[in-house]
């Protein structure tokens, strides 16, 4: 089955530590996106990439880094500076980054810091 | 700065009954998507308006575009129970690579 795979599905963290969040897909899709939805709020782009190798910010990409060594895959690390990352994380991937192509959303990573 | 504003964030209906979900931007965008997502669920693509006056219709939602009067609605007709979920709109910049999103209109229809 083609798909967008997010692990974990739910990741806790203890302050001061660094995490990365898994996005794999197999639909072929040359651009990545990764969004935040906080409780009762719309997603906000956190960064996205158009091609391997390349990647740029969202808007609010402060506190978070990408990598895109494969097609396939956009890890996203939350890191320690992020000074408020409980939300929910999600992965997108659309077929060719500038077209009417619509982004399909993975299931999402719910990471909660204790 | 491009804004986006929703219109209602809640919306209680009853079954068989019409509505309509409005979404506002502040400024010039190439295109216009609408999702929907259950509670805890990720999100589903619903429809994507290209130009002024496009006019999508799936099922009992149907979504059109006003570029001119940078609005989108989300006309709900006849709901039932499984319409119930949070319905956003986004409006894209950078040909679909940056999307902005509304806040999201929590629907809920009651029987």
């Given at each position: 089955d083609g798909g967008i795979t997010q692990s974990p599905k739910y990741?806790?963290?203890?302050?001061g530590q660094n995490v990365t969040l898994s996005c794999e897909q197999n639909l072929n899709h040359d651009a990545m996106y990764w969004y935040r939805q906080d409780p009762g709020?719309?997603?906000?782009?956190?960064?996205?990439s158009q091609i391997v190798n390349d990647f740029?910010?969202?808007d609010i990409a402060e506190g978070y880094s990408v990598s895109r060594e494969k097609k396939e895959s956009f890890p996203l690390t939350v890191t320690s500076a992020q000074k408020n990352p409980t939300a929910f994380y999600l992965c997108a991937s659309r077929y060719r980054p500038r077209s009417t192509d619509t982004q399909y959303f993975g299931p999402g990573?719910?990471?909660t810091v204790l | 700065?491009?804004?986006?504003?929703?219109?209602?964030?809640?919306?209680?209906?009853?079954?068989?009954?019409?509505y309509t979900i409005y979404c506002n931007y502040s400024t010039t965008s190439d295109r216009l998507y609408w999702y929907r997502q259950d509670p805890g669920k990720s999100l589903e693509s619903l429809f994507v308006l290209l130009s002024n006056g496009a006019v999508k219709q799936e099922g009992r939602l149907m979504a059109s575009l006003d570029t001119k009067a940078?609005?989108?609605?989300?006309?709900?007709t006849?709901?039932?129970?499984?319409?119930?979920?949070?319905?956003?709109?986004a409006v894209s910049m950078e040909y679909?690579?940056?999307?902005?999103?509304?806040?999201g209109t929590i629907l809920r229809v009651k029987s």
């Amino acid at each position: 089955d083609g798909g967008i795979t997010q692990s974990p599905k739910y990741l806790f963290r203890k302050e001061g530590q660094n995490v990365t969040l898994s996005c794999e897909q197999n639909l072929n899709h040359d651009a990545m996106y990764w969004y935040r939805q906080d409780p009762g709020q719309g997603l906000r782009l956190i960064y996205y990439s158009q091609i391997v190798n390349d990647f740029q910010k969202g808007d609010i990409a402060e506190g978070y880094s990408v990598s895109r060594e494969k097609k396939e895959s956009f890890p996203l690390t939350v890191t320690s500076a992020q000074k408020n990352p409980t939300a929910f994380y999600l992965c997108a991937s659309r077929y060719r980054p500038r077209s009417t192509d619509t982004q399909y959303f993975g299931p999402g990573t719910r990471l909660t810091v204790l | 700065e491009l804004k986006v504003e929703q219109n209602p964030l809640f919306l209680s209906m009853q079954e068989g009954k019409n509505y309509t979900i409005y979404c506002n931007y502040s400024t010039t965008s190439d295109r216009l998507y609408w999702y929907r997502q259950d509670p805890g669920k990720s999100l589903e693509s619903l429809f994507v308006l290209l130009s002024n006056g496009a006019v999508k219709q799936e099922g009992r939602l149907m979504a059109s575009l006003d570029t001119k009067a940078r609005l989108s609605t989300l006309h709900i007709t006849a709901a039932v129970h499984d319409l119930s979920a949070t319905y956003f709109c986004a409006v894209s910049m950078e040909y679909g690579n940056k999307l902005v999103f509304g806040a999201g209109t929590i629907l809920r229809v009651k029987s």
